[in-house]
């Protein structure tokens, strides 16, 4: 209800009905269907599985006939010796990816506006985005040629230093350094482009008044470049912490082997071994939905924390 201007006499504002607006506005959400269908089949409907994780599951009885065993396989995993080195195999090499990862996107994006040859610069952000599209197997396969014992291009170049050859795929100590850069290798390109964009939307006025003033690059990039695109590295950052323990599978456990699993067993190889390896799906549901959780509250806090701190959260 708003007050007439001059008056004190309210003015009664229509309200619209649910299906006046659905009707105006009906091709919007046609667009979002396919989507919402998306979601809901594939990320809702199966969510009953994780019934699974309180029960002795068998194929034969299914979910609905198992027996209910509650928190047995919970407290069945934290007894184990395995669970703290394996927790603590997650936590470092997710916060080692998320921390040294990170801000790479962000530095190429900030070089590529401010490139004066723009030939060159999309000649270099082609470079860097194509990597990407390397598959994850092809990427190990690539390492473990480059960086072979034998006959890799590093040992190699350690060789004719006169130094002896090392073993980087198997070893303990190189096995996190060589999972996070080359996923930074294999990332920074792609993950800068919504860093680009958001950098391209910027009011060109606020460049030139800047060098009115006399202003750097350097200012420019303080002043003007990182407030403008903070809320975007923010949400970011909060999407890549609410998947902090999700750390990939499929590289870990192709590049995991004999010698290095004291530090390459991680959440997702462990839940692959046991659940599809030696068929024990309620226990691997268990660690599965454990993993889950701590990524649900990591994304909570985090986004609590942003919204206090910087004013930009995703709800």
């Known amino acids: 209800m708003k ?3 001059g008056t004190n006499n309210p003015v009664k504002v229509k309200k ?30 199966p969510m009953y ?7 002795d599951y068998s194929p034969s009885r299914g979910i ?7 928190l047995k396989h919970f407290e069945k995993f934290f007894s184990t ?50 990597p990407y599209f390397i598959s994850v197997m092809v990427l190990v396969g690539m390492m473990n040629i480059f960086f072979s014992t034998n006959y890799g291009v590093m040992n190699e170049i350690l060789k004719a230093i006169g130094r ?13 350094h060589m999972y996070v850069w080359s996923g930074i290798w294999q990332g920074t390109g792609y993950s800068s482009v919504i860093y680009f964009a958001a950098l391209s939307g910027i009011d060109p006025t ?25 809320p975007t590295v923010i949400i970011m950052l909060i999407m890549s912490a609410g998947s902090l323990m999700s750390v990939g599978f499929d590289k870990a456990y192709l590049m995991q082997n004999d010698r290095n699993s004291g530090v390459s067993e991680i959440l997702s190889t462990y839940v692959y071994k046991v659940g599809l390896i030696d ?37």
């Open 3 to 5: 007050k007439q201007r």
């Open 16 to 45: 619209q009905s649910f299906k006046a607006y659905m009707r105006g506005h009906y091709d919007l959400y046609l667009l979002l269907l396919p989507a919402v269908l998306f979601t809901a089949v594939f990320a809702y409907i």
């Open 49 to 55: 599985g994780v019934l699974m994780a309180f029960q």
């Open 64 to 70: 609905w006939g198992s027996a209910f065993v509650g």
């Open 81 to 130: 010796y395995m669970a703290k080195q394996i927790i603590t195999n997650t936590v470092v090499l997710a916060g080692y990816s998320l921390v040294v990862s990170f801000p790479f996107p962000v530095i190429l994006a900030l070089m590529l506006n401010y490139c004066v040859n723009k030939r060159f610069g999309k000649l270099v952000q082609t470079v860097t985005y194509m």
């Open 164 to 176: 002896e050859p090392y073993s980087f795929m198997s070893s303990e100590a190189s096995f996190r």
């Open 206 to 230: 606020l460049y030139e008044a800047a060098e009115l003033d006399g202003a750097s690059k350097l200012q420019k990039i303080r002043y003007i470049d990182l407030p403008s695109i903070m």
């Open 279 to 315: 068929t024990r799906y309620s226990f691997s549901a268990a660690i599965n939905l454990f993993n889950s959780g701590i990524n649900f509250v990591i994304l909570l806090v985090v986004n609590k924390i942003s919204a206090k701190v910087g004013e930009t959260s995703l709800w």
